[in-house]
């Protein structure tokens, strides 16, 4: 079990794959395990593990 932005949920992946589970554009958010900023270019490598806590923050544009 892995806790996103609050919610409990079952996971077995990296930080992309978790991203387009849950239909995010990766393009478009960063994300931050256990505190930690992950950077882009690690998300492949970076495998979350059970108890990780993980926040997603999504970028609007608008005007």
């Known amino acids: 079990m892995i806790r996103v ?3 409990e949920m079952e996971f077995y992946g990296n930080v992309l794959e ?10 478009v958010c960063a994300v931050l395990v256990n505190g930690e900023i992950v950077k882009k270019e690690m998300w492949e490598n970076f495998l979350l ?3 990780d806590y993980v926040e997603i923050v999504s970028f609007v544009g608008g005007g």
């Open 49 to 51: 593990k059970d108890g």
């Open 5 to 7: 932005n609050d919610e």
């Open 18 to 27: 978790l991203l387009l589970s849950l239909n995010l554009n990766p393009q």
